[in-house]
C-alpha cells in the first residue's frame, strides 16, 4: 500500500503519464496508426482513472492543501489551479463519451468530439504536474486542517 504522504507525488506521476500517452495517441491518429493510437488512449484514460481514485483519497483524507507562496507566485499558482479546476471537472465525462463512442465504432463523432476533448485533457495533466511542483516542491503547503 502506498502511504499517504507520497499520494502527491503519485499523482503527479499518474498526471505525466496521462500526458505521455495522450501525445502519441493524437500523433498516431493523425497519421492513421489506428493500432497504436487506441491503446495510447486507454492508457491515457486508465492513468486518469486511477489518478482521479488516488486524488479522491488523498484530498478526502487530508483536505485542501494551502498555497504558501509568496508574492507574485500566488495570483499566478490561483489562475493556474483556476483553469485546471474547471476544466479538470469538464474532462471526465467528455473522455468517458468519447472512449464509449469509440468503443461503440461511432467513429466519426468519436473524432468530433475528441478535438475538443484532447486540448483541456492535455492542459489539465501537465498543469496538474506544475500545480504539485508549485504546491508541494517549490513552497510547501500546508494542510488547511492542520491549520
Given at each position: 500500500?502506498?502511504?499517504?504522504?507520497a499520494?502527491?507525488?503519485?499523482?503527479?506521476?499518474?498526471?505525466?503519464?496521462?500526458?505521455?500517452?495522450?501525445?502519441?495517441?493524437?500523433?498516431?491518429?493523425?497519421?492513421?496508426?489506428?493500432?497504436?493510437?487506441?491503446?495510447?488512449?486507454?492508457?491515457?484514460?486508465?492513468?486518469?482513472?486511477?489518478?482521479?481514485?488516488s486524488?479522491?483519497?488523498y484530498?478526502?483524507?487530508?483536505g485542501s492543501?494551502?498555497?504558501?507562496?509568496?508574492?507574485?507566485?500566488?495570483?499566478?499558482?490561483?489562475?493556474?489551479l483556476?483553469?485546471?479546476?474547471?476544466?479538470?471537472?469538464?474532462?471526465?465525462?467528455?473522455?468517458?463519451?468519447v472512449?464509449?463512442?469509440?468503443?461503440?465504432?461511432?467513429?466519426?463523432?468519436?473524432?468530433r468530439?475528441?478535438?475538443?476533448?484532447?486540448?483541456?485533457?492535455?492542459?489539465?495533466s501537465?498543469?496538474?504536474?506544475?500545480?504539485?511542483?508549485?504546491?508541494?516542491?517549490l513552497?510547501?503547503?500546508?494542510?488547511?486542517?492542520?491549520?
Open positions: 500500500m502506498i502511504p499517504l504522504a499520494l502527491p507525488a503519485c499523482n503527479a506521476v499518474l498526471n505525466a503519464l496521462s500526458a505521455v500517452f495522450l501525445l502519441p495517441g493524437f500523433r498516431a491518429i493523425r497519421r492513421r496508426h489506428v493500432r497504436l493510437h487506441r491503446p495510447c488512449m486507454v492508457a491515457a484514460f486508465s492513468t486518469s482513472i486511477v489518478f482521479l481514485a486524488y479522491l483519497t484530498h478526502v483524507r487530508v492543501m494551502r498555497f504558501a507562496g509568496p508574492g507574485w507566485v500566488r495570483p499566478v499558482y490561483f489562475t493556474i483556476g483553469t485546471h479546476t474547471v476544466l479538470a471537472a469538464l474532462v471526465p465525462p467528455l473522455a468517458l463519451t472512449l464509449v463512442l469509440a468503443l461503440r465504432g461511432r467513429l466519426a463523432r468519436d473524432a468530439l475528441a478535438r475538443w476533448t484532447l486540448p483541456p485533457w492535455l492542459y489539465v501537465v498543469t496538474g504536474v506544475a500545480i504539485y511542483v508549485m504546491l508541494y516542491q513552497f510547501p503547503a500546508v494542510s488547511a486542517l492542520g491549520a
